[in-house]
């Protein structure tokens, strides 16, 4: 489902409304709307051991704003072959169910990865990706900055 919402505030509303009752009956999943950091970020290349990311120096940022855009910064610490990579995560994201994906210009595995909402308690919510994508499997949380 596409964020977007009319000019309004009565639709702002309805609109909001609608999306706090998506998800399943475990917890009331709405827009995960705000600023995000990466407290979690292991990669495991296929064949190899796995790498603590944030260890290594690697960040991920994320915001997330109500009309559906986003924006941050990707730091992938250099490792073996693999130079350093930095990534603009400008583009927009979308919210299906309890499921985040995002759509990018940077060719990054971000974009190609879904993060569900997982809600611990009932005051915060945090995105978590578990993924293999070209033969690594990245392990990420992404919580709420504050």
Not at 35 to 45: E, N
Not at 116 to 137: A, E, R
């Amino acid at each position: 489902m596409r964020l977007s919402f009319g000019r309004s505030g009565s639709l702002l509303l309805i609109g909001l409304s609608a999306l706090l009752a998506c998800g399943d009956s475990s917890g009331p999943y709405g827009p995960p709307l705000g600023s995000y950091h990466a407290s979690l970020f292991f990669t495991t290349p296929s064949g190899s051991s796995r790498r603590d990311e944030i260890a290594a120096g690697s960040t991920l940022t994320l915001n997330l704003t109500l009309d559906g855009m986003t924006s941050g910064h990707l730091h992938l610490a250099a490792f073996g072959a693999n130079p350093v990579l930095d990534a603009d995560m400008a583009g927009t994201w979308s919210l299906n169910g309890k499921v985040v994906t995002f759509a990018q210009t940077a060719d990054t595995f971000v974009r190609n990865m879904a993060f569900t909402i997982y809600q611990p308690g009932d005051k915060f919510w945090y995105l978590n990706g578990y993924q293999v994508i070209s033969g690594t499997l990245i392990q990420l949380d992404l919580f709420p900055n504050g």
